[in-house]
């Protein structure tokens, strides 16, 4: 960093660092701030920005972190940004997979979370997570009488592979569910099989998630 630009940079870092040690920035302004730092490769704000990403994240702000980090993953701070979201989410699934604002993430995103083998969070969570996401998704969905209507079945379907419906209990495969309308009677009735014979259905086709 050259001399002349140490004048300007220091009332950021200022507003930044604050007074307050535990003063933490908006997700929006910090994520701003560290992808022009990156842009422009000015490496000390961009190092204090990292910092400050650990101290930011929580459940009140880890899915709108991820939902604005998706338009500057040019940027390597980004990336940083992302595998620290993740590794939280990692960590708190239950709780972050249950937040209204999981539904304001990315369709590839939401994927990557529960396709992670990493991810701590019950099949239940992880069924329902998805199932409000895509729910969320289809009443933002413009009408379009052109068109046949989609269905709430059609928006889950990327998803069901990353489910482990045979660790569901049969009472909820059953009830919630198959009640929902958003999952093949198949996929039901082999969890439900699976459960009561193991030795009757390929595991294989289960899930792209399965693990004993």
Same mark, same amino acid.
Request: with cysteine.
């Given at each position: 960093? *050259?001399?002349? $630009?140490?004048?300007?940079?220091?009332?950021?870092?200022?507003?930044?660092?604050?007074?307050?040690? /535990?003063?933490?920035? @908006?997700p929006r302004t910090l994520l701003?701030?560290?992808?022009a730092a990156d842009h422009y +490769?000015?490496?000390?704000?961009?190092?204090?920005?990292?910092?400050?990403?650990?101290?930011?994240?929580?459940?009140?702000?880890?899915?709108?972190?991820?939902?604005?980090? +998706?338009?500057?993953?040019?940027?390597?701070?980004?990336?940083?940004?992302?595998q620290k979201a993740m590794d !939280?989410?990692? &960590?708190?699934?239950?709780?972050?997979?249950?937040?209204?604002?999981? $539904?304001?993430?990315? &369709?590839? #995103?939401?994927?990557?979370?529960?396709?992670?083998?990493?991810?701590?969070?019950? @099949?239940? /969570?992880? !069924?329902?997570? #998805?199932?409000?996401?895509?729910?969320?998704?289809?009443?933002?969905?413009?009408?379009?009488? $052109? /068109?046949?209507?989609?269905?709430?079945?059609?928006?889950? *379907?990327?998803?069901?592979? %990353?489910?482990?419906?045979?660790?569901?209990?049969?009472?909820?495969?059953?009830? @919630?569910?198959?009640?929902?309308?958003?999952?093949?009677?198949?996929?039901?009735?082999?969890? #439900?099989?699976?459960?009561? +014979?193991?030795? *009757?259905?390929?595991?294989?086709?289960? $899930?792209?998630? %399965?693990?004993?």
């Amino acid at each position: 960093m *050259s001399e002349k $630009s140490t004048p300007y940079l220091k009332p950021i870092l200022s507003t930044l660092v604050g007074p307050q040690e /535990n003063q933490v920035p @908006e997700p929006r302004t910090l994520l701003g701030l560290m992808n022009a730092a990156d842009h422009y +490769d000015v490496e000390e704000l961009k190092q204090v920005c990292i910092n400050f990403v650990g101290r930011s994240i929580s459940t009140d702000t880890v899915c709108h972190m991820l939902s604005n980090a +998706d338009s500057y993953i040019q940027y390597k701070s980004t990336k940083v940004l992302i595998q620290k979201a993740m590794d !939280f989410i990692d &960590k708190n699934g239950d709780e972050v997979l249950s937040l209204p604002s999981f $539904s304001i993430l990315p &369709k590839h #995103v939401v994927q990557l979370i529960i396709s992670r083998e990493s991810l701590t969070v019950t @099949e239940v /969570n992880k !069924f329902l997570a #998805v199932y409000n996401w895509s729910k969320t998704q289809l009443e933002r969905e413009p009408a379009d009488p $052109s /068109n046949k209507p989609m269905q709430l079945a059609d928006v889950i *379907s990327d998803f069901l592979d %990353y489910i482990q419906f045979h660790k569901l209990p049969i009472p909820y495969l059953m009830n @919630e569910v198959r009640q929902s309308d958003a999952v093949p009677d198949s996929i039901i009735m082999m969890a #439900v099989a699976y459960q009561m +014979d193991p030795a *009757s259905i390929d595991v294989s086709e289960l $899930s792209r998630s %399965y693990s004993h």
